[in-house]
């Protein structure tokens, strides 16, 4: 057997056993993706083409799309996911990215728009990056992430001394143990959190977020809180997005801060209960489309985007 042979089945077996991993196997892991860049290399390669295990009577761990659980079973499919490599890794949609920048300086990691990228961080935090999002980063100051644009889901390896903190949209979110969602545009700012707790900090505002709270910041600090089902939280890194009873003022607002859609939406309407599953991975057009159906309102081309009106049957 060549070397080459030995290190990718050497990536296979860390892929499959990745799946019911604790945090002392991920960091073997780590160790093992540091020894050698081939090492690296061959895991990119089996994260990305799952017929590497099928070629050896293994089939992939998860399937391309897990449905989202209610409540009872939340908790449970969030533990396999993230143990799973936060799932879309398994399915090669998602890349594994352990960073090692060369000098102690920021350094900016990206998301295709076509799909998203996941990040390990050396103290065993993880951040999946939403498509089209951007973060920055700094070795010199490991527990600081900053958005600088788009949305990412956060499972941070909590040290009370040492709190690991986002920075977003010119507020401050600080983990206290916990699996969160943060999304900004512009200063535009969602926070959700699936697990645990995270403190908000706005300057003018100090709010502590627990389980199922989502905080919406608009760009003057106004502060909307409402509550959803957390095994909803990061939902968009399966493919879609699960709304369960919420106002259609609130769907428009996160396509805005997750996928840039601009929709304007009739001031009659924006209290208007939405509930519906709206696949993320399809094109702008094709998710408007689709809530203005399951909304039964009508969708209108305008300038910059689009505008929800009262359809002719309601």
């Given at each position: 057997m060549s070397n080459g042979d030995r290190i990718l089945r050497q990536a296979i077996d860390w892929h499959?056993?990745?799946?019911?991993?604790?945090?002392?196997?991920?960091?073997?892991?780590?160790?093992?993706?540091?020894?050698d860049t081939a090492h690296a290399e061959a895991y990119d390669r089996v994260a990305s083409d799952d017929g590497l295990l099928d070629d050896r009577g293994v089939q992939p761990v998860l399937p391309a799309i897990v449905p989202i659980p209610r409540r009872a079973d939340a908790r449970r499919t969030r533990a396999l996911l993230w143990g799973a490599g936060m799932a879309a890794v398994l399915t090669g949609a998602i890349g594994l990215t352990y960073f090692r920048p060369a000098a102690d300086a920021p350094y900016f990691v990206e998301a295709p728009e076509g799909g998203g990228r996941q990040v390990m961080l050396a103290d065993g935090t993880r951040i999946m990056i939403h498509a089209g999002g951007r973060l920055r980063l700094d070795r010199a100051h490991p527990r600081l992430a900053a958005i600088e644009k788009g949305e990412a889901l956060f499972q941070v390896r909590h040290d009370p001394a040492n709190p690991f903190r986002v920075e977003a949209a010119g507020r401050v979110i600080e983990d206290l143990g916990t699996i969160f969602d943060v999304a900004a545009r512009g200063p535009e700012l969602r926070v959700a959190v699936a697990e645990g707790s995270v403190s908000f900090n706005s300057g003018q505002n100090h709010i502590l977020l627990k389980p199922g709270m989502v905080i919406n910041a608009s760009a003057d600090d106004q502060i909307e809180?409402?509550?959803v089902d957390p095994g909803t939280v990061g939902a968009w890194r399966l493919g879609h997005v699960d709304f369960d009873d919420v106002a259609l003022r609130d769907v428009v607002r996160q396509?805005?801060?997750?996928?840039?859609?601009?929709?304007?939406?009739?001031?009659?309407l924006g209290s208007r209960r939405f509930s519906g599953v709206l696949r993320n991975d399809r094109g702008g057009d094709e998710i408007v489309r689709s809530l203005a159906q399951l909304s039964e309102t009508r969708a209108v081309h305008v300038a910059g985007g689009w505008m929800l009106e009262r359809s002719a049957a309601r």
């Open positions: 499959i056993r990745l799946a019911d991993g604790d945090t002392d196997l991920w960091h073997g892991f780590v160790a093992w993706l540091e020894a809180i409402r509550h396509l805005r801060l997750s996928n840039g859609i601009r929709i304007a939406i009739s001031p009659e």
